[in-house]
Each structure stands twice: as C-alpha cells, then as structure tokens.
C-alpha cells in the first residue's frame, strides 16, 4: 500500500516536474524566424543555415530574436516503421546535423507538422503517429512544434492538440508548442495548459488594409487581423500567447506600414516571427525588426497585451501597460492622409481592468521616450502633438 502511494506521489512529482519544464519556456511572446511567409515550400537546410547566419549577423539574434521555425514542406516520406524523414534531396544532411548547426550559433530550430493525416502542403501529418513523431523531433533536437489543422476530418481540436502536448512532454525535450488552427475551436479558451501560444485567425498577407480572395479562402491583412484580436487580450499572458500570426515586415508593404504592422505587434505582446528574407533584407526592414525599445515593449515582462483605448476615424490611439508602472502609447493612423494629432495626457487618465494598472498623468509626470525617433520628447506635462504619415505610427514609451 505504502509501496503504491510512493509511487503514485512519485509519478505525480515527474508529471509536476515535466509539465514545469515546458511552462518556463515562452513567459513572454516567442520571436524567431519562420520560412513560410516568405518562402512557402521551398524550404531546404541551406535556406536554414543562411538563415540562422543572417540571424547572427543581422543583429536580430543579439536583439532577441531565437527560433528559425521550418514551416510546411520540410517531410520526405515516412518508412516501414513509420518514421518520418526529412526530403532527403533538400535536406541532405539531416535534422539532427541541421539542428546542431543552428544551435552552434546560439539559435534553437523549430518544424512543423499537422495535427491530420496529411499537412497543409500535403506532406506526411502527424494523426495516429504523435508520440513517433514527437520522439523523432525530441531526438533530432527540435525546440519549437508549430501545429496546423489542415485535412483534420472532424478532430476535435482540444483534443488533437492535447494528445501532441501530451507526446511532447513524454518525448521529454523542452519544446515551444504553438497551436496553429486559426482561432477557428477559439484555443484562447482552452489551450492556456496545451500550447504556449495559438493562432487566433486565418493567414496574414503583406498588405496593410485590404481584401484579398483567392476562390476557397482569403488571407487576412495586418489591419484586418489587427480588428481581429478585439476580446481577446484577457486570454494572453505569460506562457501563453495570442497569435495573430507571422510578421509581413520586409514582404512588400512601404516601410511606414511595416513599422506600423511591427508596433502593432508589440502592443499585442505577439509572438514576433520575422517571414522575410534574412539574408538581403534592406536596412530599413532590419532596423525595424532589431529596434530593440519596441521590443522591449513587446517582451515586457508583465505580459500583457495592449488596448485600443480610442478611435477618432481612422486614427487610433492603442495603451499597454508595463511593468513598474510604465507605459506604452502608439498613435496608429490608418488613413490614406497624414494625420495631425494633439492629445491631452492630463484629460487621459486610465486604469486599465483588466491588469488593474493605471495610467495617471492627471496625477504624475512621466517622461516620454519616442521609440522610433529613438529620442526622449518631453514630459506629459504638456500636450502631445504630432503629425503622423499615412499607415505608420508615433510608438511612445511613457515612463514615471
Ligand atoms: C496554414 C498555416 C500557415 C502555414 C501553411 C503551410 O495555412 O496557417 O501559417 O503554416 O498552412 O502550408
């Protein structure tokens, strides 16, 4: 009897023990680098080697950025014991090689894999063969699973992805799951203890404010994902995130719409995966993504996401609260005009419900930071003016 409690107690602790090895993975947003966007299928260990290069050498590696995520297409076939391997004519050299090369720079690699019979791009999915394949990632030494939904046949989706968390934590190896089923089974209420982060929509495209169709679907542009996560930010925090999917910077759109696509972002303490080409992107792409006090607002430690506190047409004034009592305020114009702006802090006192902090400049003083500028811009002693160019914004930190 004696024996049996032992055990039970015992088990219950390598449960405890394991489960706490994957919750300190992501207490805040995930950033990294992910192929799809940018690349679709053609993906290949060169590709990723470049890419993990370009990482270091680009800067965005010092400023946090640590997954180089391998999207869709990476699967050869699976053999007689059903294990999968990767397309041995694009990655000749293996995972587990692969792998070690990415984390000889200090990176961590990460793949992809469905929770049906076959992937979005039809390669081998993961159904029926999740501990297989969990294992065969774990000993390769995968850090990061992305998971789609596609040919999913009527699954359920908590339960789908629970089995695949379930796999990964008896695979052993610390991986970052992120749970890819476009917020369709809404996971924000029942993925916190499955995944580290979800997708809360369908697919981004690189274009800051339109409509798209292609037939059977329509991929979503930044503003309108942007509406999309209206609701939602009670659900996200640390270890578990809202993901409003891929960054478009560097995809196309004018550098005021990727700056304003990458604030965004930050005020919703999303998961920050760059989907452009790391190896020729311009200066002005890296400097967006390395600017390292936007980061800072979106990797703040309190986790959480940020709030349209007004709209006046098509201008928007977005809060985040910060830890020890600092602030974030974008000033975010969606108009096809530059926008003139004057905004009384005094008038503006907050307390936001949700995280019960409160913004308080009819009461304190608080320097401001202009986080794009990259200078400091007063006090909120006194009005803020400014004008802000068509799809781009004014990111302002507000400390006391
Ligand atoms: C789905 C996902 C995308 C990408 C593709 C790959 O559309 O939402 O992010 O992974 O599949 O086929």
């Not at 992805?161 to 990964?168: E, F, I, K, V």
Request: contains cysteine; glycine residues 8%.
């Amino acid at each position: 009897m004696r024996i049996a409690l032992a055990l039970v107690l015992t088990l219950a602790a390598c449960a405890a023990a394991r489960a706490q090895k994957f919750d300190d993975l992501a207490r805040t947003p995930p950033m990294g680098w992910n192929s799809w966007n940018r690349f679709g299928c053609d993906v290949s260990e060169r590709l990723i080697r470049e890419t993990a290069d370009a990482l270091v050498a680009s800067g965005m590696k010092d400023a946090g950025y640590q997954y180089v995520v391998i999207d869709d297409c990476w699967h050869g076939e699976r053999d007689e014991e059903g294990n999968i391997h990767p397309d041995a004519a694009r990655f000749p050299s293996g995972m587990k090689a692969l792998a070690d090369y990415v984390h000889s720079k200090g990176l961590k690699l990460g793949i992809y894999s469905d929770a049906g019979a076959k992937t979005c791009g039809g390669r081998p999915g993961s159904r029926g063969r999740e501990y297989q394949d969990a294992r065969a990632y774990a000993s390769w030494g995968i850090d990061y699973l992305k998971y789609d939904w596609c040919n999913n046949e009527g699954l359920k989706a908590e339960g789908a992805y629970t089995t695949m968390r379930d796999a990964l934590h008896a695979a052993g190896r610390p991986i970052v799951f992120s749970l890819c089923e476009w917020g369709s089974n809404k996971p924000w209420e029942w993925a916190k203890d499955v995944g580290h982060l979800w997708r809360t929509t369908g697919d981004i495209t690189a274009c800051f404010d339109c409509e798209k169709s292609y037939g059977t679907w329509s991929p979503l542009s930044v503003m309108r994902i942007l509406d999309l996560q209206k609701d939602l930010r009670a659900h996200t925090g640390p270890g578990h995130w809202n993901d409003p999917d891929m960054l478009e910077v560097g995809n196309g759109m004018t550098t005021n719409e990727d700056r304003a696509h990458f604030s965004m972002w930050a005020m919703l303490a999303a998961p920050l995966m760059a989907g452009n080409d790391l190896r020729s992107m311009s200066r002005e792409t890296r400097d967006i993504l390395t600017n390292r006090e936007v980061v800072a607002v979106n990797q703040d430690a309190l986790g959480v996401e940020g709030f349209k506190y007004l709209a006046e047409g098509a201008l928007e004034v977005w809060l985040k609260p910060l830890q020890g009592g600092d602030w974030a305020a974008c000033f975010l114009n969606r108009g096809e005009t530059p926008r003139a702006v004057t905004f009384e802090w005094k008038r503006n006192a907050v307390t936001d419900g949700l995280s019960h902090a409160s913004f308080s400049p009819d009461k304190l003083t608080y320097r401001i930071r202009d986080l794009w500028a990259k200078r400091d811009a007063g006090t909120t002693a006194a009005p803020f003016a400014a004008e802000i160019p068509s799809h781009d914004v004014v990111m302002l930190r507000l400390s006391k």
